[in-house]
């Protein structure tokens, strides 16, 4: 008889098996409370002690958390028994796009669709410092709407884990979609080998097929390592020369992110997406009113994200992962929450960077970039600072190390930036010895629930 709980928590209600792999099995699970569709994945503790996985289950933890986009599969909360640890998350109705291409190849506008979809994914979490390495068809699911949710972050590596050459050196992924300087094992850029990976999903959304694919895993290698495939006679020449500097064996000449962008196989797929900001930004035009103050806040609540249920409760010391494990990594990330308006944050965030000669830039994903101008212990220490609005007037920063030394960062967080930011900021996390007693009787706690068969559980209320 399986050994699964029918009701977790008191909370899901757990049923079929939507997909199962070495140590954990995902299930279909709704909400008790809100009759709301989840997918729950849930991970044999005793198995991933046994084999030593336990970092990489953390490394997932941390990096769905980090990835929060609209094509990512959602990670809503994470909760564990002394046997098991469960991962709710967004439940996509419409499966695995492996099983659309299993039918045969996509018609081009289904594929280009899935392809940016998947490029927008994959770039976000590149500009986050995190790496998928493997990336294919099943680890791409589809929601009820036929969008595409990348998923299962089991071997993704984070900025922090390159070695003193700045590379990664974890040979991992799928054979068929892994890149040729993964296989050679001396070190490989996390971009460039997700992108040969992506180019390798593009071929088979068109072909149907797999461009590498020989019952001889050797010859496989060998063909991947010189990049020899053959393109269908229904590939357009706008397709093959995408696709080619995708599948380019040296990853130093491959094509970047930002040039795949601006292809004009890519950019034929925008062209309806375009329009449609530009008409919402000539009615919000005409519908604006006279105040610049309300202005200015209609401009923050657009271009900042939104802090959901899983961050929020993240702040709080009761919420720490570390108890389902045995050690503690080490802190590469510290928020404090501020009831400033954005533009005072945003300006003493620059105020504070040229006080600590630190160089700033603003990437596209919206996360402000602070880089030492010279090398430490573990090359150039760079700091990102992200602002999320909770409510119109009170924000969350984060600040993470996202390359460097772990030390240097922590050692010029407690030192220089909370005195250069003190102007700003409300509470530092896990400061509660300096918050007021009015604010200590304001917040929220949330309540830790625990189950007869708990030893150790974190858990919060999806928001409906």
Same mark, same amino acid.
């Given at each position: 008889?399986?050994?699964?709980?029918?009701?977790?928590?008191?909370?899901?209600?757990?049923?079929?098996?939507?997909?199962?792999?070495?140590?954990?099995?995902?299930?279909?699970?709704?909400?008790?409370?809100?009759?709301?569709?989840?997918?729950?994945?849930?991970?044999?503790?005793?198995?991933?002690?046994?084999?030593?996985?336990?970092?990489?289950?953390?490394?997932?933890?941390?990096?769905?958390?980090?990835?929060?986009?609209?094509?990512?599969?959602?990670?809503?909360?994470?909760?564990?028994?002394?046997?098991?640890?469960?991962?709710?998350?967004?439940?996509?109705?419409?499966?695995?796009?492996?099983?659309?291409?299993?039918?045969?190849?996509?018609?081009?506008?289904?594929?280009?669709?899935?392809?940016?979809?998947?490029?927008?994914?994959?770039?976000?979490?590149?500009?986050? @410092?995190?790496?998928?390495?493997?990336?294919?068809?099943?680890?791409?699911?589809?929601?009820?709407?036929?969008?595409?949710?990348?998923?299962?972050?089991?071997?993704?590596?984070?900025?922090?884990?390159?070695?003193?050459? @700045?590379?990664?050196?974890?040979?991992?992924?799928?054979?068929?979609?892994?890149? $040729?300087?993964?296989?050679?094992?001396?070190?490989?850029?996390?971009?460039?080998?997700?992108?040969?990976?992506?180019?390798?999903?593009?071929?088979?959304?068109?072909?149907?097929?797999? $461009?590498?694919?020989?019952?001889?895993?050797?010859?496989?290698?060998?063909?991947?390592?010189?990049?020899?495939?053959?393109?269908?006679?229904?590939?357009?020449?706008?397709?093959?020369?995408?696709?080619?500097?995708?599948?380019?064996?040296?990853?130093?000449?491959?094509?970047?992110?930002?040039?795949?962008?601006?292809?004009?196989?890519?950019?034929?797929?925008?062209?309806?997406?375009?329009?449609? $900001? %530009?008409?919402?930004?000539?009615?919000?035009?005409?519908?604006?009113?006279?105040?610049?103050?309300?202005?200015?806040?209609?401009?923050?609540?657009?271009?900042?994200?939104?802090?959901?249920?899983?961050?929020?409760?993240?702040?709080?010391?009761?919420?720490?992962?570390?108890?389902?494990?045995?050690?503690?990594?080490?802190?590469?990330?510290?928020?404090?929450?501020?009831?400033?308006?954005?533009?005072?944050?945003?300006?003493?965030?620059? %105020?504070?960077?040229?006080?600590?000669?630190?160089?700033?830039?603003?990437?596209?994903?919206?996360?402000? =970039?602070?880089?030492?101008?010279?090398?430490?212990?573990?090359?150039?220490?760079?700091?990102?600072? %992200?602002?999320?609005?909770?409510?119109?007037?009170?924000?969350?920063?984060?600040? =993470?190390?996202?390359?460097?030394?772990?030390?240097?960062?922590?050692?010029?967080?407690?030192?220089?930036?909370?005195?250069?930011?003190?102007?700003?900021?409300?509470?530092?996390?896990?400061?509660?010895?300096?918050?007021? $007693?009015?604010?200590?009787?304001?917040?929220?706690?949330?309540?830790?629930?625990?189950?007869?068969?708990?030893?150790?559980?974190?858990?919060?209320?999806?928001?409906?």
């Amino acid at each position: 008889m399986e050994n699964k709980p029918s009701v977790l928590t008191r909370r899901y209600e757990i049923g079929r098996v939507l997909g199962q792999g070495t140590f954990a099995k995902v299930y279909y699970g709704r909400s008790i409370q809100t009759s709301h569709s989840v997918a729950v994945k849930l991970i044999d503790k005793e198995k991933v002690t046994k084999v030593g996985t336990i970092n990489q289950i953390k490394r997932e933890i941390s990096v769905m958390r980090i990835a929060r986009h609209p094509n990512i599969v959602q990670l809503y909360e994470v909760m564990a028994t002394k046997t098991k640890i469960f991962f709710v998350m967004e439940y996509c109705k419409g499966g695995e796009l492996f099983n659309k291409v299993a039918n045969g190849r996509l018609k081009f506008d289904f594929a280009r669709k899935y392809f940016i979809q998947l490029i927008n994914a994959v770039d976000f979490c590149h500009s986050r @410092g995190v790496y998928h390495r493997d990336i294919k068809p099943e680890n791409l699911l589809l929601d009820e709407n036929e969008n595409l949710k990348v998923t299962d972050f089991g071997l993704s590596a984070l900025a922090e884990s390159k070695r003193q050459d @700045g590379l990664l050196h974890t040979t991992c992924g799928t054979p068929a979609y892994v890149a $040729p300087e993964v296989i050679n094992r001396k070190g490989y850029d996390g971009v460039a080998a997700d992108i040969w990976s992506c180019g390798v999903v593009l071929y088979v959304l068109l072909a149907g097929y797999l $461009p590498f694919h020989d019952s001889n895993l050797m010859e496989m290698y060998r063909k991947i390592g010189k990049a020899e495939f053959r393109f269908p006679s229904w590939f357009p020449p706008e397709v093959r020369r995408l696709v080619s500097k995708m599948l380019d064996p040296d990853p130093t000449t491959r094509i970047s992110m930002s040039k795949i962008r601006v292809s004009g196989w890519f950019k034929k797929g925008l062209y309806a997406e375009q329009k449609k $900001p %530009e008409m919402e930004n000539e009615q919000a035009s005409q519908d604006g009113g006279n105040s610049n103050e309300i202005a200015e806040t209609k401009q923050e609540s657009i271009q900042l994200p939104n802090l959901n249920a899983f961050d929020i409760i993240s702040l709080s010391t009761g919420f720490d992962l570390s108890g389902l494990f045995e050690g503690i990594s080490e802190k590469r990330e510290t928020r404090f929450s501020s009831r400033q308006p954005v533009s005072a944050i945003m300006s003493k965030l620059e %105020e504070a960077a040229r006080i600590l000669r630190l160089k700033v830039k603003k990437n596209d994903a919206g996360v402000w =970039k602070m880089e030492r101008l010279k090398e430490g212990r573990k090359g150039v220490l760079s700091i990102d600072a %992200e602002i999320f609005q909770v409510t119109p007037m009170f924000h969350l920063v984060e600040i =993470k190390k996202s390359n460097g030394d772990t030390f240097e960062y922590q050692k010029i967080v407690k030192e220089d930036m909370r005195p250069a930011l003190k102007d700003i900021v409300w509470v530092w996390e896990g400061d509660r010895q300096h918050q007021s $007693p009015q604010h200590e009787e304001r917040q929220d706690q949330p309540q830790e629930q625990n189950d007869s068969s708990s030893s150790s559980s974190s858990s919060y209320d999806k928001p409906s």
